[in-house]
C-alpha cells in the first residue's frame, strides 16, 4: 500500500518537506486555483508534478478534479463542463496520474460546527453537532422551509442554544459552517449559500441521483480509455444537510453509484471516517462489498458522542471505527490484486488530524495540520507493517 499525504499547493503552510519527513511517498493534490468546469492544462500539471518531484515525491492522487454546481443540478453549461472534466482527465493521464478523487455533495463540501473543539488531553479537533447547525439553519441563515427538517423539540433547544451563545460564538459558527472547500480561498455568503439550496429546489434525492448517474455515464468510458480510476468520496457527514440531499452515505448508496456504469473505471474513495460518523453504517462489512472498486483510501475515526447528535474527529487508533480490521481488508484486497496481475498499490492516507504540540499556533488547513497527520500516518503505518507481517 502507498502512504501518501494530502498537500494543497505551494500557499499550504505544511509543505513537501513535511510530508517527506512525515514518511510518506506520494502526494494527493489538485489545482485549486482553476474553478469546476474549466479544463487543466499539461503544462500546469506538469509543473505542479515538477515542485512535487523536486521534493522527493510523487503526485499519486488527485483531490479532486472538482465537479461543478453545473453538473450535479444538470444547468445550462453541464455538457461544456462535461467534456472539460474528460479533457482534464486526458490530460492527467498524459502527465502519468491514474487516480481521481471527486465528490458529488451539493453547495457545500465536508461541514463541521466546531473547527477548535478542545479535548480532554488538550489536543484540538474538529465536531459537527446537529443542535449547532439547527441553530444556524433555522434562526441564521433562516432557510425557508427549515422548520419542516426539524422537530419542534430540536427547534426549541436549537433557540435555546443560540441564546446562551455569545454575539462572538455566533460569528465563529457562520464563518465555520460556510468556510467553503478545502484548500480554496473562497468564503460564501450566507445570501449565497440561501441562493445556491434554492437552486436545487426541485432537485431531491431521486433526482440528484439521476444526475450523477448522467455524469458517469458521460465520464466513465473516457476515463476507462485513458487509463484513469475515478473514485468519489463519501458524504461528510453522511446525512442530508441544510435541505440538500446527500447520495453516497451508505453502503447502499455506494453499490448504487457503482451500478450506474460497466466501465472499472468508476470505483470509491473508501473513507473510514465519513462513513463511520453514521451508526447503521457497517465499515468492514461496506469494504467487503466493494473492495474491488477501492481505488483510494482515507483512514480516519470518529468518535460519536452518547446522547447527542454529534461526533468529532478522534485520534487514527481511538473512536469508533475499527482500523485493524479495516487494514486488514485493505491488506487482503491488494494481495488479491497483485495475483491477478495488479500492480498498482492501494493508496491511503492520514485523513485528517487532531492539532498537537507544535500544530498550536501554526496555520494550517483545518482539519490537516503537520504534527496531528504524522502521528496518524505513524500509527497506520505500524497497524500495516503488523498485518502485512501476520496475515
Known sequence: MEQTWRWFGPRD??????????GATGVVTALHDIPPGEVWSVDAIHERQGTIAAAGLTWSVVESVNVSEQIKKRGPDSQRHIDNYCATLRNLAVCGIRTVCYNFMPVLDWLRTDLEWELPDGSISM???????????????????????????????????????????????????????????????????????????????DGLRANLGEFLRAVCPCAEEVGVRLCIHPDDPPRPLLGLPRIASTGEDLQFILDQTPEPANGITFCSGSLGARP???????MQRVAS???FVHL????????????????HLAGDV?????????????????????A????????????????????????YPAVGRLRGLAELRGVMTTVQALT
Request: proline content about 5%; overall charge negative.
Open 280 to 286: 447503521d453504517n457497517n465499515l468492514p462489512d461496506i
Open 127 to 205: 465536531r459537527f453537532e446537529a443542535l449547532s447547525l439547527a441553530a444556524f439553519d433555522l434562526f441564521i441563515l433562516k432557510r425557508p422551509g427549515a422548520e419542516r427538517d426539524w422537530s419542534e423539540e430540536q427547534q426549541r433547544e436549537a433557540h435555546a442554544h443560540l441564546e446562551r451563545m455569545s454575539e462572538s460564538e455566533r460569528d465563529r459558527l457562520v464563518r465555520t459552517v460556510l468556510a467553503g472547500l478545502p484548500g480554496t480561498s473562497e468564503i460564501y455568503t450566507l445570501d449565497y449559500v440561501r441562493n445556491a439550496i434554492a437552486s436545487y429546489g426541485d432537485i431531491g434525492r
Open 344 to 367: 498498482h498499490p492501494i493508496p491511503f492516507r492520514p485523513d485528517h488530524g487532531n492539532k498537537i504540540l507544535t500544530d498550536m499556533g501554526r496555520p494550517s488547513v483545518p482539519g
Open 322 to 342: 475499527d482500523i485493524v480490521t479495516l487494514m486488514k481488508l485493505l491488506v487482503h484486497e491488494e494481495r488479491r490484486r497483485v495475483a491477478t496481475g495488479d
Open 13 to 22: 503552510a505544511v509543505t513537501l518537506t513535511d510530508a517527506r519527513q512525515a
Open 293 to 295: 472498486r477501492i481505488y
Open 300 to 315: 480516519r475515526s470518529t468518535k460519536r458522542e452518547a446522547g447527542h447528535d454529534a461526533f468529532y474527529e478522534a485520534a
